[in-house]
């Protein structure tokens, strides 16, 4: 048996923030050329911060996301 570090409020704890929670994750690859060229983009970006998603580059995390 290993012992896991978990919360009842939080979830099971992890060293990245992010990631705390139920362990599970879903991810979504999409390619929005008419958002970038209406610059409509940054409003679709902050909305999905709004609600709680985050969105990451081509490449992950830490990479350009236009």
């Not at 992010?18 to 970038?36: C, D, I, K, Q």
Request: aromatic share 10%; charged share 15%; with cysteine.
């Amino acid at each position: 048996e290993l012992p896991y570090a978990y919360h009842p409020e939080f979830g099971f704890l992890t060293s990245c923030p992010t990631n705390v929670g139920s362990g599970l994750r879903a991810s979504v690859f999409m390619h929005l050329p008419g958002l970038v060229l209406t610059k409509e983009i940054a409003k679709v970006l902050q909305g999905l911060g709004q609600v709680g998603l985050t969105f990451r580059g081509l490449y992950g995390e830490g990479s350009e996301v236009v």
